[in-house]
């Protein structure tokens, strides 16, 4: 039988559990008077220049302004992220600019995490910035975050 107790001792694990859910903030500032800064995963558009707030890890995810880019950021600048809770160590969230073709840069695009690992970021000023992918074999220009919760703040044209 489901006694009254047992109700409330279920009902105070839920809201503990729930308020201690994963999420991750991904916010837009564009000042670059045009485009419209899309926020894209598995090919489901979940933002177009608004605060996007996941329910659970957020991977795979590309950002970028769109200036005429394809439909997945292409022949623009692109941010790649996850930002994801770690479970073990390095296992958590990270972030890249790239140029690889097809992308190429478009915008001045930077990065910051916020509410953890807050002043680490990148940002790519020009078609030559060394903090960019340019190739597939280049390495060293992800950015990770082991913080639960991080958010990730995006500027375009700063």
Partial sequence: ???????????AVAFVAGAQAETHTVTFTN????????LKANGVTLSTGAAYTSSGPLEAAIAYLDVGCGANGEYCTMVETTLVNPTTAGSGSSTDITLISPHAFSVTTGFGYYNGCDGTGADCTS???????????DSGVQVACQTDNVNLAITFCD
Avoid: I, R
Wanted: proline residues 3%; glycine residues 10%.
């Fill in 31 to 38: 000042l670059c008077g045009e485009g419209v800064p899309t």
């Fill in 1 to 11: 039988m489901f006694s009254f107790l047992k109700l409330v001792a279920f009902v």
């Fill in 127 to 137: 078609a030559s910035c060394s903090t960019a992918f340019h190739e597939s074999g």
